[in-house]
């Protein structure tokens, strides 16, 4: 029992004084909880800006390296461009021609061709279409074996891509001029055209020329049978030239003539 309001005072004071030091730990360690927490977020933060940058620097490290893989590969297909044009003109190849490509395979198959006299199993065929120009080409001695004018119907080992069927070759019409007194002219030319040139040339028109000439003309009339306009001038022993000023054109048909024929004296006759 209190005796006195003063001794009453002095119980309370140890109370509270106890029960401060029961909770200082308590409160000692929650701060340092949340400070421990603290130092969690800011860790967790810098290694994610430091995942950040190391991922930055490794790629762009990485698209550098393929930035300049691609530059040096465009850089070495330019050179191997160049090269090959560089050598298709000193072969006397076109250069603005993409040829098919096929290998010889069978020797047998071509031992009849000329063109094919010293080729090898593996040579490279290279055939221009638009040119009329074949050439056989040996990797391993990178030379030219043989390059030829096409003169007469396409061998089908020209039109065979690699693995590919031979292409479909669609006739060009021509249309034959007489430019001369010469009746026989205009039969020794289709006669020798069609026997020479098979199924490649249709001649779709035949006419007498509005002015004598004194040698063929042949005009690549469509600008795109180039090849073609100088097998046909070689073999009528003639030239490749514009259109003769006040010469006659072909009439209006549904199988427009893309290359004309003016005849002049003397047309050769076909030879076996």
Known sequence: MLKTEGEACDILYVVKLKLNLLLMPEISTQETEKKSKLTKKQLMTLIIVAVVI?????????????????AEKQKADEIAEINKKNAFALAGLPIDEDPL???????????????????????????????????????????????????????????????????????????VYNGTTQTENILKAQDIISKTFKSDIKIAHTDLARLQHKSTVVVDLSGANKGLAESLAALLKGRVDSFPPGEKTPPAMKEFPEILIFLGPNVPEFQE
């Open 54 to 70: 190391v991922g930055a620097i490794i790629g762009g490290v990485a698209w550098s390296r393929h930035n300049t893989k691609v």
């Open 101 to 175: 490509v096929s290998n010889v395979k069978d020797l047998e198959k071509v031992k009849d061709s000329e063109f094919f006299k010293n080729a090898k199993v593996g040579d490279t065929i290279l055939f221009f279409k638009n040119a009329r120009k074949a050439a056989l080409y040996r990797e391993s001695e990178k030379k030219f074996i043989n390059v030829a004018q096409v003169i007469g119907e396409i061998p089908k080992e020209f039109l065979a891509g690699e693995g590919q069927k031979p292409e479909e070759i669609q006739p060009v019409n021509i249309a």
